[in-house]
């Protein structure tokens, strides 16, 4: 008798929640959007009321699609948008800010200045495995410590609480009694050393953050709370959690050391498992805990590009170059195979390995010849050019990945997903269930309560959709990319 197992997928864009079997089947799912807002120029803020009563929504509504009940679920896993921030009242729980999202890049000249330091960019880099940049939480609890009024005198006086999203759910879900994270999601927050596993006091106070407000760390699979009975009218254990793009690594069954995935959701992600050591980059990725499980952390090289499906939506949304971003995949086929344009979709600066939260997005090569499909094409391959630009970076660290697992919603984009295979040279793998990210949430959960019996297990579950082979001439590739590399240096010179 198969056990039922409910992951919750929280994103930038909406909340989901599936509903899969101990065989590794996916039962139901239930979506529902959450929509950014941009308050100034190069800010990006959610409403964590949303955020919430999305996440409600979609339980209530992927365990009516099931036809099951509550109780009838054997444990609850989450994955979250990872470095969103969020402060929220101890007694009350309401938050005292908006949730500022991964995207946000308010905090640039605060990280710049950090930048200048050499012996505190150091420290950084050494304890956490990451750079001083507004993509982190860090310097975002910090500024709303420091502009929402009277709030650093209530952090002081221990009545408020910083979590990622992942810890406001479980706080929320709990109804109020369990205040945690996982290692996945510290490791994003500039303040938890990576080797010793804990939160860094030093790092506390660069950043000028008290302790108090800090969540407890826990291993991805753990008890983490159970759900409030008045919630679903059952006590179900939240057993698993990890930030998207760890849990992706979970989900597509990246266990041994080489094996890399990429997410391909409002950003883009690639992750590659380096085992129980962890890789210092010359070239600006990022180490990270990969995930953590019974105490033992699997560590992993990542590179993370700010636009990806993000991009795709503001062609449509923005511009209105298309009414549905599905059917950019014909419309690109349909583009010229010599088309020389390039679209840099800056509009948050530049991640991984660039790091330059003052550049911004710029379409260059346009002639009067140039229309929609050309454009169309140039925002999916500039999807393939930043994952290219990481694969670069993991190269000149001396690893090279031969197969690229991939996932997330660009995956089902063939025209994406073959143009990806060519332009970096390497077999590209799609798994039959794309919703990775929530499949390794769920994996986790089922881990810890034994649904699962082993990450041997999970390996067998993982099964290939479609194979991606790259056909391009490498002298074509690099032709393209080249051309990628010149666009992306004249807008960083602006």
Known sequence: MPQYILAIDQGTTSSRSIICSSHGEMIAMDQHPVTPSCPENGWVEQDPEAIWQSVLS????????????AAQIHAIGITNQRETTLVWNRDTGSPVYPAIVWQDRRTADTCNAIADDPAAADYIRATTGLLPDPYFSATKVAWILDNVPGARAQAEAGELLFGTVDSFLIWRLSGGTSHVTDATNASRTLLFDIHKQCWDQKLLDLFNIPPAMLPTVL???DQFAELD?????AAIPVTGVAGDQQAALIGQACFEPGMTKSTFGTGGFMMLNTGTTPVSSQHRLLTTVGYRLNGEVTYALEGSIFMAGATMQWLRDGLKLLDNVADSAQLALDAPADSSVYLIPAFTGLGAPYWDPQARGAILGLTRDTGIKEIIAAGLLSVCYQTRDLQCALQSD?????????????????Y?????ADILGVTVTRPEVT???ALGAAFLAGLQTGAFTSMNTLTQLWQCGQTFEPTMPPSRRDHLYAGWKSAVERIRCC
Do not use: F, W
Request: glycine share 12%.
């Open 58 to 69: 979609s339980l209530k509504g992927v365990l009516a699609q099931a036809t099951l009940s």
């Open 219 to 221: 291993d991805c699979a």
């Open 229 to 233: 009975v008045s919630l679903l009218g």
């Open 398 to 414: 001396g690893v090279s990945p031969l197969c690229l697992r991939v996932d997330g919603g660009m995956a089902s984009n063939d």
């Open 416 to 420: 994406l997903m073959k143009s990806l």
């Open 435 to 437: 919703e990775t990210t």
